[in-house]
């Protein structure tokens, strides 16, 4: 008890920030395990993760760097289109769910990254209100972007098509993103 009161204040809230999500973790698993959790609210816990995640990146963007990010959501949502599409890839060729779902999130985290820094090279210059309202355009172009997208897959690869769905898919080929019906015919891994 003498060494948790010696640390500095931020790291014992850290270190208790940890400390909860590994115990609800853990309690959630016991609920899923035991049938109590029906499916209904497993369902629901997947998009408060979701927001969780967000919120803790909106916490280190705007808490710790004090600059207003409002592209948030369009960083979100190439990660997890990306990682969609790598999902579909990838379940033609490996037969484990876990490798698949590990490989589309580094394949989202990284498209999501790299573009974050490929957009941060300009905007990094900007402070303030002009920082909140370039992201926040960035945001707003990359829901643009992705209402308009088709992306289809078959045995010869990866089909692409832009505002209209002129992609043709030979046998056995599925859309994956279908404008702004979103993804459509993915296995849910998560």
Not at 78 to 97: E, R, Y
Not at 105 to 112: E, P, S, Y
Request: aromatic share 8%.
């Amino acid at each position: 008890m003498k060494k948790w009161k010696d640390l500095k204040k931020n790291s014992r809230q850290k270190l208790t920030t940890i400390l909860v999500v590994i115990v609800l973790f853990a309690i959630a698993q016991v609920m899923i395990s035991t049938g109590t959790l029906n499916r209904q609210m497993r369902s629901v816990l997947v998009p408060v993760t979701a927001y969780i995640l967000a919120a803790i990146g909106l916490n280190m963007n705007v808490g710790i760097s004090g600059e207003l990010n409002l592209g948030q959501a369009g960083f979100m949502s190439i990660g997890g289109f990306t990682a969609v599409t790598a999902a579909a890839v990838f379940s033609a060729k490996i037969s484990s769910p876990v490798l698949i779902f590990i490989l589309s999130v580094l394949c989202g985290a990284l498209m999501a990254g790299f573009l974050g820094w490929l957009i941060s090279i300009p905007v990094l210059k900007l402070e303030g209100d002009y920082l909140a309202i370039v992201t926040l355009a960035f945001g707003q172009i990359i829901m643009s972007i992705l209402n308009n997208l088709y992306v289809g897959y078959d045995s010869t690869g990866l089909h692409f098509s832009f505002v209209n769905n002129t992609v043709s898919l030979g046998d056995g080929g599925k859309m994956i993103i279908s404008g702004p019906m979103g993804t459509t015919g993915v296995k849910t891994l998560s």
